[in-house]
């Protein structure tokens, strides 16, 4: 059965690449996979991110606002491989969406500006593909810019980043004469002439000659210090062979322990088809990875890459469109084909796969069926959302859903008129369903609806997409940081009995509790927005209260986090540990000591000594030299605190961690002071106690 398969398949496994374009927003992303289509055949007409032309950046908000927002797969085919990718956002906001992507590649291109090398997004995407153990090539784009130097940008990724970084070409030019490369492996030059579209190989030019052999000579020992079977060809012949250089630099992409470097320029067309050859040579296929793993009856199960095997897909992203809803997923074991009936692990429900759609953006092409290693959007699914683990109903499976950072930025919003509503709620529900970073909830005090997400930019594209796609006239609060409560100075000892007798059977709960801080609460520097953190521990020996109790009371104290005494925010940070409790041999129940552990908790929080954490970002503000002071006093003014700043060619980068409530409108701020030649980015850097006279108006709640 597994021959016939294969046979049908339109393209083998073996061939098949599914990986991801990352970066800093404006490192060339869209443009690089833009290239990448027109050089495979997929588009006819190169489409310029400036003029709103591009195939990925398809939605009207990424086309006026010349960003990534939303994650677009295409597919296209190189040297008899098929090529599944996914163009991601660079911006911090949207981070999420290249989590969510990252969860069902297999590698990834990284892309870095031969001018600024590693920006603050280029090494939170790559922290989150180490997360998600996703091999990498990196590309270091824009060498024909003023100030583009590959060795400064490489020597910043082993800084940063940490990896061992391969170089594996030697530019031919600089700046604006940079025309094409020198391929260290195989030792020959790749010229792409100006004003043509197709790459012209030869012999290494004889003025870099010596170069090229130098740059060869340390390319071979540094792969001989990785790889050992490198190591022994070395040692025996002194130098290694083109076949081993390859075989090597491919073992160890696909073991994270190197990262193979290319370079170019997507915007002129330059170093695509050798980075289109890297992505084939180096980047593993769904053979080539570990089995996923998932649970099936509290058991771990595991599932390989075979069309054979039972279906197993996982759904990451959800898209509703005006002629239905896009379910997007990657299929890891197994076939599906339209009109059959996949069972949805997170509901317990069966569905109807409508219609299977190779995507190319906003275009899709019908298929017949999906095999192991596809990721495809289907037609029909009513329940399932991103995160959700779709299996064949005879062997039911669920897969580790990608993680969702916690909210970090509210506002409120509401229809202009009473009629609309209902509408305005409904539109909120789609949103979060698409969007599962984004949280919508009723604020029990004011009775409105708020919105939440990971930051201004997020909430603002949130709010147009609503007055857009469903023609709603919506007003917008002011934004909100989400506050957190922690514990400075704890309590011991504190004895909490829960005894209820109200006839028939009562209630009876006997604690005693410890609660003190955690350490390191305010660190988060990966993004992962400042999820809670609590440890629980029982000391309690002799059985005197039984194991099920013990979790209930746990479950109680974390009922009791989500409303902090300060003001009603989540508590963060702390540690409780039961020292002593009793039980009543007909009364306790888990129940009674769920609700003793939810009461106990509050009790303690009252007695400790807490402080407000407010989130806080890590800045990088690129702004000319005449405008430094100006730029300085602001954000000394927003309680910022500046780490650093290094001057290149006529600009100025600072660097400063900044409370978020400050950053609202500072990009506005910003560019008066700097007459528009100034530029920041920021990315969540966790929590800090929050000044006590703070002037950040009434905490969000």
Not at 38 to 53: F, I, N, P, Q, S
Not at 240 to 247: H, Q
Not at 461 to 482: F, N, Q, S, T, Y
Not at 637 to 657: C, L, P, W, Y
Request: glycine share 10%; hydrophobic share 40%.
């Amino acid at each position: 059965m597994r021959t016939d398969l294969h046979r049908h398949l339109d393209t083998p496994l073996a061939a098949v690449r599914n990986l991801g374009i990352l970066a800093h927003v404006d490192a060339g992303k869209t443009t690089l996979t833009e290239r990448i289509l027109y050089l495979t055949g997929t588009t006819h007409k190169r489409g310029e991110v400036h003029d709103g032309t591009t195939v990925t950046d398809f939605d009207p908000q990424e086309r006026d606002r010349g960003i990534t927002i939303f994650a677009a797969a295409v597919s296209c085919a190189w040297d008899a491989h098929r090529i599944n990718l996914i163009d991601t956002p660079g911006h911090v906001d949207f981070s999420d969406e290249v989590a969510r992507s990252l969860r069902v590649l297999d590698g990834a291109v990284a892309v870095f500006d031969a001018v600024a090398g590693v920006e603050p997004q280029s090494e939170a995407v790559w922290r989150q593909a180490d997360r998600y153990g996703v091999p990498r090539i990196a590309f270091v784009n824009k060498l024909d810019r003023a100030g583009a130097d590959l060795d400064t940008a490489v020597e910043s990724i082993r800084e940063r980043l940490h990896p061992s970084p391969l170089v594996v070409q030697l530019p031919i030019g600089s700046e604006a004469g940079f025309t094409g490369v020198v391929d260290l492996p195989r030792m020959r030059s790749l010229v792409w002439p100006e004003g043509r579209d197709t790459v012209e190989e030869g012999p290494v030019p004889e003025a870099l000659r010596d170069a090229a052999q130098g740059r060869r000579r340390q390319l071979e020992e540094a792969v001989a210090e990785l790889h050992p079977g490198a190591l022994e060809e070395f040692c025996a012949e002194g130098t290694l062979s083109a076949r081993t250089l390859t075989a090597a630099l491919r073992d160890l992409t696909r073991s994270g322990d190197g990262v193979v470097v290319l370079c170019g320029s997507a915007y002129r067309n330059r170093g695509i088809e050798p980075l289109l050859d890297a992505v084939v040579a180096y980047l593993p296929s769904p053979r080539d990875v570990p089995a996923v793993r998932g649970t099936r009856d509290g058991r771990e199960q595991e599932r390989y890459a075979d069309p054979a095997a039972p279906f197993a897909a996982l759904v990451f992203k959800v898209n509703g469109t005006a002629t239905g809803r896009l379910t997007y997923l990657r299929v890891y074991s197994g076939t599906i084909g339209r009109g059959e009936t996949v069972w949805d692990s997170g509901t317990g429900r069966t569905e109807r796969i409508g219609r299977i759609l190779r995507v190319q953006a906003d275009r899709h092409a019908p298929l017949e069926r999906a095999v192991a290693g596809d990721i495809v959007a289907v037609v029909g699914l009513k329940s399932a959302r991103a995160g959700s683990t779709l299996c064949a109903p005879g062997a039911p499976l669920v897969l580790e859903p990608p993680t969702v950072a916690d909210p970090v930025v509210s506002v409120a919003v509401e229809a202009v008129g009473s009629a609309e509503a209902e509408q305005l709620v409904s539109a909120l529900t789609r949103l979060v369903e698409e969007d599962p970073s984004l949280v919508v909830r009723t604020d029990p005090e004011t009775g409105q609806l708020v919105l939440s997400g990971m930051g201004e930019l997020h909430l603002e594209v949130a709010v147009e997409k609503i007055r857009l796609a469903h023609g709603l006239d919506v007003r917008v609060g002011r934004p909100r940081v989400a506050y957190r409560e922690t514990v400075v100075r704890g309590v011991s000892g504190l004895v909490h009995r829960h005894v209820k007798q109200d006839g028939g059977a009562g209630e009876f709960a006997h604690v005693v509790l410890d609660v003190e801080p955690m350490e390191d609460v305010t660190g988060d520097g990966d993004g992962g927005g400042g999820a809670t953190r609590f440890e629980f521990r029982s000391t309690v020996v002799g059985g005197r209260v039984p194991q099920e109790y013990v979790r209930a009371l746990e479950a109680g104290c974390r009922d009791a986090l989500a409303d902090g005494p300060l003001g009603g925010h989540p508590v963060t940070g702390v540690r409780v540990v039961l020292t002593d409790g009793a039980t009543h041999p007909k009364d306790s129940s888990e129940r009674a000591f769920r609700t003793a552990g939810r009461f106990a908790l509050r009790e303690a929080l009252r007695a400790c000594a807490m402080v407000l954490l407010e989130p806080v970002a890590d800045v990088t503000v690129t702004v000319p030299d005449d405008a430094v002071g100006g730029v300085l006093g602001d954000l000394a003014a927003r309680r910022g605190q500046v780490s650093g700043s290094v001057a290149r060619a006529g600009v100025v980068v600072i660097t400063a961690t900044v409370p978020l409530v400050e950053l609202f409108g500072y990009a506005t701020r910003l560019r008066s002071r700097t007459r528009g030649r100034g530029v920041f980015t920021a990315r969540p850097a966790g929590y800090a106690p929050a000044p006590s006279t703070a002037s950040t108006g009434t905490p969000a709640r």
